[in-house]
């Protein structure tokens, strides 16, 4: 059984990005600029948008946090987060931003997303960027998904021919990798089935898997007896769920039963240190694929 090992992955790509930064700057070219933007203090999001900064750094992008309070009491007004929003997609010096999701309930995300420049939308949330990549057009990738793909691509494990299963339909996750899955190409090729809460005999179908995604978020839902010998399983989820032996309160938890799966497995993802890593690695990519853009490159 293989450990598929996101954070050793992530660490090589981020080189690979720091490299390629440095001769854009021998040449005289400016550093990548990310901007991100959080609203609140969710924790989640104050450890992920801390950890897009970091990566920054290593790759040696120029990063900005745009950080706008919202409170019960005093809660953000949407305009104010679209004015945010306008002054980057306005901004010539960043080359990319993002908003870190999830927002509080009374901004209506969507609006959000349909307003960055899709030229600027490195998460590749905005609808142009989601249908780009449906019909296999070059644009940004969700960052979760192309990180996979990336890591299965990495670890030579092909997708040709095989049956993926993917749990979980989300809109940043299980959508998105599907397309990705099934365009034709070395990095698709795939059969893929997506369940979701009203799919019936569910293990009956995640059986089938050659490759199972767990994309849904409930930590332990993927147990031994959903999951075929010898499978490939990657690991998406990522929820806190309280720890009172950890000094921060809380351990994170995918959602495979990890203990009880990863021997069967032919190759799993851990959690953490599996897809989480990636996923800001793809987002460091799709910044410098800005960057070039903008810069003619
Ligand atoms: N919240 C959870 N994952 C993501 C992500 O990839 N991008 C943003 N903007 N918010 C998120």
């Known amino acids: 059984m293989t450990i598929i090992d996101g954070k050793q992955t992530a660490a090589t790509i981020k080189a690979e990005i720091a490299a390629e930064v440095a001769l854009l700057r021998e040449k005289g070219f400016r550093a990548p600029h990310l901007a991100a933007v959080l609203v609140g203090h969710d924790g989640g999001s104050e450890t992920y948008v801390a950890n897009k900064i970091k990566a920054c750094a290593e790759c040696g992008f120029t ?28 901004d010539p010096e960043v080359d990319g931003f993002i908003v870190q999701l999830p927002l509080p309930r009374h901004i209506d995300e969507q609006l959000v ?4 420049d899709p030229a600027k939308d490195v998460d590749g949330f905005h609808p142009v960027n989601v249908g780009k990549q449906s019909v296999g057009l070059p644009c940004f990738h969700s960052a979760t998904p ?9 670890y030579g494990i092909s997708t040709r021919g095989k ?6 339909r989300s809109n940043i996750v299980g959508k998105p990798l599907a397309s990705m899955l099934m365009q034709k190409g070395e990095q698709g090729d795939a059969t893929v089935t997506v369940c979701h809460s009203a799919t019936d005999n569910l293990a009956t179908v995640t059986r089938r898997a050659d490759i199972l995604v767990a994309a849904l978020g ?11 010998d010898g499978a490939v399983v990657i690991d998406v989820g990522t929820t806190r769920v309280p720890d009172a032996s950890r000094k921060s309160g809380f351990r994170l938890s995918g ?27 793809s987002l460091m990519s799709n910044t410098l694929e800005a960057f070039k853009r903008n810069h003619g490159l």
């Open 63 to 90: 990063s900005t946090l745009v950080r706008l309070e919202s409170t019960d009491e005093n809660p953000l007004a949407t305009e104010r987060l679209l004015e945010e929003v306008d002054k980057l997609n306005c």
């Open 113 to 116: 997303i349909e307003a960055i």
């Open 146 to 154: 192309a990180g996979i793909v990336e890591l299965l691509k990495r």
């Open 163 to 168: 049956n993926v299963v993917i749990v979980g």
């Open 218 to 228: 409930r930590p332990g839902f993927i147990t031994e007896d959903m999951v075929a």
């Open 255 to 281: 959602d495979v039963d990890y203990a009880n799966v990863a021997p069967k497995c032919a190759a799993i993802t851990p959690v953490p240190g599996g897809v989480g890593p990636m996923t800001i690695v």
